[in-house]
């Protein structure tokens, strides 16, 4: 019973752990992915409808003049050289006419934009999750520092005896393994159930 207790006081603990850090990557993904989603839908707006921007921007700032008395402000000036102010931007019937035709453009194209932004930062995120997945892989699997491997096969173990510093030795277990060279000087443990062939692989070495 007090073993069950520690082991379900330990289980809960690790899950409070990975659940807050979750929680704390999941934000910092969020912000930047809602940051970065703006900065890319921006970009691709001041691309694709920089001069509908234009009109509209200026609007508001001849409109901003104009109730703060500097209607006579120079807001353009034209190759031929003349002026465009404030005050003539918000009466021009021509101007109007054609900031109106370019806030319809902009919400077209704003929803063009959105559609194409998100297609790719869906990508983007995609692209990124599967690095972070692959660094996380990379950084959880066992890594091999130093010490010695047990070998999986008969095969593995000659390979790695022929490649070591010492070499392999002339003397053979059961005739087969070869064993690195002047390890026969030193002492040696054979292991292994009744029956496996201890016996004999001492007397191969004797002979």
């Known amino acids: 019973m007090k073993q069950n207790l520690l082991q379900f006081i330990s289980g809960g603990q690790i899950f409070d752990y990975k659940t807050k850090m979750m929680v704390q990557v999941s934000n910092r ?3 930047w992915a809602v940051l970065g989603f703006i900065v890319l839908f921006s970009l691709i707006m001041v691309f694709y409808a920089w001069t509908e921007l234009k009109l509209v921007v200026l609007n508001y700032i001849s409109g901003f003049l104009v109730k703060v008395h500097y209607g006579e402000y120079v ?3 034209n190759l031929n050289g003349s002026k465009i102010t404030a005050l003539f931007y918000q009466k021009s019937p021509l101007i109007q006419a054609s900031v109106q035709q370019a806030l319809d453009a902009l919400w077209r194209k704003a929803q063009v934009s959105l559609f194409f932004g998100g297609a790719v930062y869906l990508l983007i995120t995609l692209l990124f999750s599967r690095f972070f997945i692959k660094l996380g892989e990379k950084y959880t699997k066992d890594q091999f520092v130093s010490g010695t491997r047990l070998a999986s096969s008969p095969k593995e173990t000659i390979k790695s005896v022929n490649e070591s510093q010492r070499g392999a030795s002339e003397i053979k277990l ?7 060279k002047y390890s ?3 002492g040696m443990l054979f292991h292994g159930t ?11 070495l004797l002979e």
Not at 194 to 204: I, L, P, R, S
């Open 29 to 31: 993904i969020f912000y």
């Open 75 to 77: 807001l353009w000036t």
């Open 174 to 180: 059961l005739n087969r393994l070869p064993m690195p």
């Open 184 to 186: 026969e000087k030193q």
């Open 194 to 204: 009744t029956g496996a062939g201890k016996t004999q692989a001492m007397m191969m």
